[in-house]
């Protein structure tokens, strides 16, 4: 019997659910809008709501349904279901995420954050497929990552485990909004990257991003550079070239001390696509050991804004997760 | 019935064996003068011999002795037991030792690189006793690391993992003898911390260190900074609080990163003590985020000259390793 788990990802603007089978195909889906709902106790019905319709218009056995996977942004305690706290998400400290949707599923429950969620999609169904040990970092307005180890998630020793973003880059350097300085996430971090070149245009840079914008600076954004990176644009070759450059200083630390098969790079800026993997990978091989440099690829993520929801579900098809 | 297994400990200079007991305790030890022996053929030959004579002096049942391990300073295929290469002992290029030791000695064996084994002994018996997932550090000539997992070592895909000392310190930086630039030992490696001194003293910064050394800077060493120190040495205090710092700040990745619930800090350099240790904390505390930076514990590694045949025979003691 094909058996399936319903993936839910809780994202700050949507909350979106599929139900998925252990092979990672997606058979039905449904989307809510995350801040239409002004309280958490609104949004978890809503949630279970939505679950119940999945169940009922697909009349799964109840044996073939292993449990409702959800992936959130923000702390998370795998072991009890327990959200710490939700970023961009108000009024969810401290709750008992997996025990509220038990009770009201009567389904097994699991919670974690999403980048892992999204690592464990990726390992699984995506670009990791087949390795065991590997780094998934994504690259947005925060700077994530996870990290697989011998096929399971793993955590840290407090559920923190993963944070590439606040590795530092700079043995000195700007201050970072986690509190410390010099993070890596403070100078690839969309927001710092969009504000970093609109200095430099400023500052009298010649650029095709201008007209692409129509002369607007506050329109830039990190699409806006890939654009005109393909189109050939010096000014934006040159800077997903210094991104690359800082995004490879970082990942030839973690090449040497874990030695993973593989590093996945997803979210919005990995969109940037050739220009900055070209950039990653030079650094790499430049900064790396040869044993590990060798057997490392650097990828980009395949499952796209499905990662959340086919993770979420894949918490289920994995021994211990 | 007490179990036991016989670790070797095989080092540039010397080459050192003890029966252990699966409680870390050490009953018989011998040791070699590994620069004695001409070729690798005498050497291997010795190392079987002195495990022989450990054996029929303890009269141990033959099902006492679970295997000979064997801590190696190089890089090592762990599940095929084959050396590619030691550092500073030549002429053991793809050597098969585990497969050469087994048709000696007719007892399981098995081959590893020495971090490691000193990374899973300060595990089981030392100052990482009780933790699951932890991160061990050397700092000497080389500055090398070894990762537990869960229990167990982690030696990523081409069992390199652990180049702590190759993980970027700078986004710059020196040129490393790695073929990278800016790595962590370039910056706290033995050779490189007295260099540094050396400098200082020879641009006029005064010392008491210049009296131990009665003027003879290249006598130099680790140690005797940390002497300068103890006795309220400015220089060599503060020199301490700066290598302490490009310390921290490798290891406050590595909190971020990996969460470990310990970081065990030994080798030569870390005998400078609390001078260095308040340093590698503080920045530690400066630099991690709230989460993991309470989580974990920085310590001094405890089993000084021994771990190395405690962890080599605990290959023995732990699941897979």
Same mark, same amino acid.
């Given at each position: 019997?094909?058996?399936?788990?319903?993936?839910?990802?809780?994202?700050?603007?949507?909350?979106?659910?599929?139900?998925?089978?252990?092979?990672?195909?997606?058979?039905?889906?449904?989307?809510?809008?995350?801040?239409?709902?002004?309280?958490?106790?609104?949004?978890?019905?809503?949630?279970?709501?939505?679950?119940?319709?999945?169940?009922?218009?697909?009349?799964?056995?109840?044996?073939?349904?292993? $449990? =409702? /996977?959800? &992936?959130?942004?923000?702390?998370?305690?795998?072991? #009890? !279901?327990?959200?710490?706290?939700?970023?961009? *998400?108000?009024?969810?400290?401290?709750?008992?995420?997996?025990?509220?949707?038990?009770?009201?599923?009567?389904?097994?429950?699991?919670?974690?954050?999403?980048?892992?969620?999204?690592?464990?999609?990726?390992?699984?169904?995506?670009?990791?497929?087949?390795?065991?040990?590997?780094?998934?970092?994504?690259?947005?307005? $925060? =700077? /994530?990552? &996870?990290?697989?180890?011998?096929?399971?998630?793993? #955590? !840290?020793?407090?559920?923190?485990?993963?944070? *590439?973003?606040?590795?530092?880059?700079?043995?000195?350097?700007?201050?970072?909004?986690?509190?410390?300085?010099?993070?890596?996430?403070?100078?690839?971090?969309?927001?710092?990257?969009?504000?970093?070149?609109?200095?430099?245009?400023?500052?009298?840079?010649?650029?095709?991003?201008?007209?692409?914008?129509?002369?607007?600076?506050?329109?830039?954004?990190?699409?806006?550079?890939?654009?005109?990176?393909?189109?050939?644009?010096?000014?934006?070759?040159?800077?997903?070239?210094?991104?690359?450059?800082?995004?490879?200083?970082?990942?030839?630390?973690?090449?040497?001390?874990?030695?993973?098969?593989?590093?996945?790079?997803?979210?919005?800026?990995?969109?940037?696509?050739?220009?900055?993997?070209?950039?990653?990978?030079?650094?790499?091989?430049?900064?790396?050991?040869?044993?590990?440099?060798?057997?490392?690829?650097?990828?980009?993520?395949?499952?796209?804004?499905?990662?959340?929801?086919?993770?979420?579900?894949?918490?289920?098809?994995?021994?211990?997760?």
């Amino acid at each position: 019997m094909t058996k399936f788990a319903i993936g839910v990802d809780l994202g700050g603007t949507y909350t979106k659910l599929a139900l998925i089978d252990t092979s990672g195909r997606i058979s039905r889906r449904a989307k809510l809008s995350t801040t239409a709902y002004k309280t958490r106790g609104e949004l978890v019905s809503a949630i279970v709501s939505e679950v119940k319709a999945v169940l009922e218009k697909t009349h799964l056995s109840p044996n073939a349904l292993l $449990g =409702v /996977g959800i &992936g959130v942004p923000g702390l998370v305690d795998f072991d #009890r !279901g327990l959200v710490y706290t939700l970023t961009n *998400v108000p009024g969810w400290k401290n709750t008992p995420l997996k025990g509220i949707l038990e009770a009201k599923l009567k389904v097994p429950v699991l919670v974690d954050n999403d980048v892992n969620v999204m690592t464990l999609g990726e390992c699984r169904f995506g670009a990791g497929k087949g390795a065991k040990n590997l780094v998934c970092i994504t690259l947005g307005t $925060g =700077v /994530g990552g &996870g990290i697989m180890i011998d096929g399971r998630l793993y #955590r !840290g020793c407090t559920f923190s485990a993963g944070e *590439v973003g606040h590795m530092p880059l700079k043995e000195e350097g700007l201050s970072c909004n986690c509190g410390g300085y010099g993070c890596l996430e403070r100078y690839v971090g969309n927001r710092y990257i969009v504000e970093e070149i609109r200095g430099k245009i400023r500052g009298g840079s010649p650029t095709a991003i201008k007209g692409l914008v129509n002369g607007d600076l506050s329109a830039i954004t990190p699409e806006v550079i890939s654009k005109a990176a393909l189109k050939g644009d010096r000014l934006s070759i040159d800077f997903w070239n210094t991104v690359g450059k800082r995004i490879g200083v970082t990942l030839a630390g973690i090449v040497n001390l874990l030695n993973p098969e593989r590093i996945i790079i997803g979210g919005g800026v990995a969109e940037a696509g050739e220009p900055l993997f070209k950039s990653i990978r030079k650094t790499v091989h430049e900064r790396a050991l040869p044993v590990p440099k060798k057997a490392v690829k650097i990828l980009k993520a395949r499952l796209g804004n499905e990662a959340g929801v086919i993770g979420a579900a894949a918490l289920f098809f994995n021994p211990k997760g």
